[in-house]
């Protein structure tokens, strides 16, 4: 591969990855699309479905949280492509036996497998199509990679709402866990990036504690997280939390679904992702992307929150629209991550720095929760909305652009 060129290897490669977070976003997001049909499946009352769903939604989380630090090690000693095939088995697995649960327990208990299996997929695959890129078209990589696995959702929201059945749930969670079983055939055709196999055995790789020993190395680790917030504040409060919300808000017309508003916050996504990407190609900057699609989302929660009180429910799924194109700059907030780190650490911080944003939405969610019976629902919404993206914002100024930077280079 010259400089400037992707070799067909590499192209291969990127149409691998992408199908891969395809199906993994399909399974992510499919609990959200499916959580109250499914919830009252297994006898749970309307006013139940939003908390349990809530705690539902944080052990995944808590899964993803322990499962990117688990594959992002494994992937920095071990090689990134073994993660790409361990993630994908492991959940895949998780989201067939789902199909089968019965109770409330066993319904935990898999969702929190199935996260520690979903944590693996983006952060292995980015880690490598960007060991395998040139430095120019780092981005390109990310922006298919993100785009594509952003349209997992929007499928994962069709598929549900195939059919009226009540028990169509579990037909979803079996459709998710056999298109990742299919997706290792694809994985055979991968292969291990340079970069890694460069790296001399007697180098320490893949250790989670350096990032907490060195002052710098830390306070840039948390800057990386704190840029992928809103995006999981957004999915995670205002997308996911839409029926009980713009009940708050008195949309008129149809009630608001959420499968519905999951496939228009998640075709924003795909389009934002491969924008995104495109955006910061063109400017030649990670930073300038972030800070246009951060601060722009805010404006578009402001108007969910204060601006839709009362409009129909078509006008409703455009602002989702919206918020999720706003929000699609993933690729380049991965990208970025990827890029601050070298190849001994790099695929523990671009697995587990994703994962940790998701992982936030633990405590963002119980800050919502908790907020809720003080100022209410929409306001506790602002609120975290607000310490998200300022956050992000503020996080931003602190790195420094790695556009063009170098990844050949060790911690």
């Given amino acids: 591969m010259t400089e400037t060129s992707i070799s067909r290897n590499t192209k291969i490669l990127i149409a691998v990855a992408s199908l891969g977070y395809f199906v993994d976003v399909y399974d ?4 959200g699309v499916v959580r109250n049909q499914s919830l009252a499946s297994l006898g749970l009352s309307k006013e139940q479905q939003l908390s349990q769903g809530l705690n539902l939604l944080n052990i995944q989380m808590a899964g993803m949280l322990l499962g990117g630090i688990i594959w992002g090690i494994w992937g920095d000693k071990k090689g990134r492509k073994s993660v790409l095939f361990g993630s994908i088995l492991l959940y895949s697995l998780a989201n067939v036996a789902n199909g089968f649960v019965h109770d409330l327990t066993t319904y935990a208990i ?15 695959g980015i880690t490598l199509v960007n060991e395998s890129l040139p430095r120019e ?70 250790d989670f504690i350096s990032l907490f020993t060195n002052t710098e190395r830390f306070k840039k680790y948390i800057y990386c997280i704190l840029i992928g917030l809103p995006v999981w504040c957004v999915v995670g409060i205002l997308i996911l939390a839409a029926p009980e919300l713009s009940k708050a808000l008195g ?8 499968n519905k508003t999951i496939m228009y916050t998640y075709i924003g996504l795909s389009i934002g992702d491969f924008l995104s990407g495109l955006i910061s190609q063109l400017l030649r ?17 402001v108007c969910y929150l204060y601006l839709c009180n009362g409009v129909s429910s078509d006008i409703f799924y455009i602002i989702c629209l919206m918020l999720g ?76 652009e790695t556009f063009t930077k170098d990844l050949d280079y060790l911690e």
């Fill in 137 to 206: 078209k780092r981005g390109i990589g990310a922006l298919f990679i993100a785009g594509v696995g952003a349209l997992g959702a929007v499928t994962a929201a069709i598929i549900a709402g195939l059919s009226p059945d009540p028990e169509w749930w579990r037909i979803s969670y079996f459709i998710g866990g056999a298109m990742g079983l299919a997706l290792l055939v694809l994985r055979v055709g991968t292969f291990e990036s340079v970069l890694f196999k460069n790296v001399k055995e007697d180098v320490s790789k893949g």
């Fill in 251 to 258: 949309i008129t017309g149809e009630p608001i679904l959420g």
């Fill in 28 to 31: 992510l997001i499919l609990f």
């Fill in 325 to 400: 194109f706003f929000g699609g700059y993933w690729a380049v907030f991965v990208t970025m991550a990827s890029e601050q780190f070298g190849t001994n650490l790099r695929a523990t911080v671009t697995t587990t720095v994703p994962n940790f944003v998701r992982g936030a939405l633990i405590p963002i969610t119980i800050g919502f929760k908790a907020l809720i019976p003080q100022i209410g629902i929409v306001n506790a919404a602002m609120v975290v909305g607000v310490v998200c993206c300022f956050s992000a914002l503020w996080a931003t100024t602190k790195l420094d």
């Fill in 110 to 124: 898999l969702r929190f497998l199935a996260g520690i299996g979903l944590a693996g997929e983006l952060g292995a």
């Fill in 285 to 301: 900057s990670r930073k300038k992307t972030v800070y246009i699609f951060v601060g722009i989302c805010f404006f578009f929660i």
